[in-house]
């Protein structure tokens, strides 16, 4: 299973974008890397998926290079409602996997 | 759509009570999740299930912890004997099918205290 690696926390101002990157070296050819976020008291949702490239929906974009030994998780504009923690994921579509969260990155938004 | 539901939402009891956690994942999801969350331990998956069969539950902690899912809309975590380290916020999550690359959608928990 490929490790993830991202920071501990982040603070960004309201408006700015954020852009969190999370370090896979051992990611593996049909691993998947996928981003969660997480409210105090609620369970973690699903922001974005990509194998590789760029990937934008209408939260977030995630931007793969392209050795996919890094991510980086782009939020825009942030607002206060974003103080959240995020956990980048790695993993691939084979049977017997295991899910695996790391200590994820602790977003904080000041006004 | 309903979203994946957990019973209760919060639950005290003292040491050695059986708990019985409840879930009803997504309709239409075929793999079922159970997690639990601490500080110290972050989040860790203890058991999943694909089609309503046991998959990988090397994730639970001891033999006091069991789960089950009858059916494809209803699964239980129990905990018996039920010990103060347990304490903790447990969470179902489903998929649409097996794999890494399927989102989990989660419940919002069962916050769980051992007095």
């Known amino acids: 299973l490929a490790k993830t690696t991202q920071p501990i926390s982040m603070d960004s101002y309201e408006g700015q974008e954020v852009n969190i990157t999370c370090s896979h070296n051992?990611?593996?050819?049909?691993?998947?890397i996928t981003w969660y976020q997480q409210f105090p008291s609620q369970g973690p949702r699903f922001i974005i998926q990509?194998?590789?490239t760029k990937v934008t929906n209408e939260v977030a974009s995630l931007f793969i290079p392209a050795d996919r030994k890094s991510s980086t998780l782009s939020l825009p504009r942030v607002s206060l409602s974003d103080t959240a923690v995020y956990y980048c994921?790695?993993?691939?579509?084979?049977?017997?996997?295991?899910?695996?969260f790391g200590a994820g990155t602790r977003l904080f938004v000041k006004a | 759509d309903a979203g994946v539901i957990q019973s209760p939402r919060h639950e005290v009891t003292e040491m050695g009570q059986e708990v019985t956690l409840r879930c009803k994942p997504i309709s239409g999801h075929n793999s079922l999740f159970w997690y639990r969350q601490t500080m110290m331990r972050g989040l860790e998956l203890l058991i999943y299930?694909?089609?309503?069969?046991?998959?990988?539950d090397s994730g639970m902690p001891e033999d006091r912890f069991s789960a089950k899912m009858p059916n494809a809309s209803f699964s239980t975590l129990k905990i018996q004997p039920s010990e103060p380290r347990d304490s903790a916020v447990y969470f179902c999550a489903s998929s649409y099918r097996e794999g890494r690359d399927q989102p989990q959608h989660f419940g919002d928990g069962t916050r769980l205290s051992i007095l």
């Open positions: 051992n990611i593996a050819t049909n691993d998947y």
């Open positions: 299930f694909n089609n309503n069969v046991p998959i990988d």
């Open positions: 994921l790695v993993g691939g579509n084979t049977g017997g996997f295991k899910t695996i």
């Open positions: 990509g194998y590789k």
